[in-house]
T-cell receptor, first 110, second 115 residues
């Protein structure tokens, strides 16, 4: 099983749609979880951390299910500018490094 | 957030040569990281560079191939040695957003093509 797995997509949605991305991780000892956004030919940028209680930042909601080792990202009211690759990121067993998923590509069209 | 710059932004190199990539941060940071992102792939950590100590390499990466320097708290270099086409990739440096946090800020990356 890969350390961090994501559906690569692409997800093609119209503006205003709600879209959800899922991610599973293999290391039950992981403590830190993030979603990063990477635009084409750009560096990754932190979108949000993911907390056990779930957290929301505007149109973005992240959820963590430790029992299932599952992380999700929900984007409401999609904008054209949301088009990007979304990377699920988890710390490694030693807590010394970040493990990146391959990313899920989102394309929002008008 | 930290402002990170990398030089060069891109390069095309011949096999067998070496390239040194520089990473400069606008503030002092304890830990700096070097990643590789191969075409169509996600980021893979090469090594962690702490000032004043040897870099810590991840499985599959060795110092002879990827020597790293960390002379002070704002600067690091990664050298890709004896390059082959398989080394064609984007190389990114990153820093921790804060002590004890795993959040990281990334530099813009160096796009390397080896012919």
């Amino acid at each position: 099983r890969k350390e961090v797995e994501q559906d690569p997509g692409p997800f093609n949605v119209p503006e205003g749609a709600t879209v959800a991305f899922n991610c599973t991780y293999s290391n039950s000892a992981s403590q830190s979880f993030f979603w990063y956004r990477q635009d084409c030919r750009k560096e990754p940028k932190l979108l949000m951390s993911v907390y056990s209680s779930g957290n929301e930042d505007g149109r973005f909601t992240a959820q963590l299910n430790r029992a299932s080792q599952y992380i999700s990202l929900l984007i409401r009211d999609s904008k054209l500018s949301d088009s990007a690759t979304y990377l699920c990121v988890v710390d490694n067993q030693a807590g010394t490094a970040l493990i990146f998923g391959k990313g899920t590509t989102l394309s929002v069209s008008s | 957030s930290a402002v990170i710059s990398q030089k060069p932004s891109r390069d095309i190199c011949q096999r067998g040569t070496s390239l040194t990539i520089q990473c400069q941060v606008d503030s002092q940071v304890t830990m700096m990281f070097w990643y590789r992102q191969q075409p169509g792939q996600s980021l893979t950590l090469i090594a962690t560079a702490n000032q004043g100590s040897e870099a810590t390499y991840e499985s599959g990466f060795v110092i002879d191939k990827f020597p790293i320097s960390r002379p002070n708290l704002t600067f690091s270099t990664l050298t890709v040695s004896n390059m082959s086409p398989e080394d064609s990739s984007i190389y990114l440096c990153s820093v921790e957003a804060g002590t004890g946090t795993y959040e990281q800020y990334f530099g813009p990356g160096t796009r390397l093509t080896v012919t």
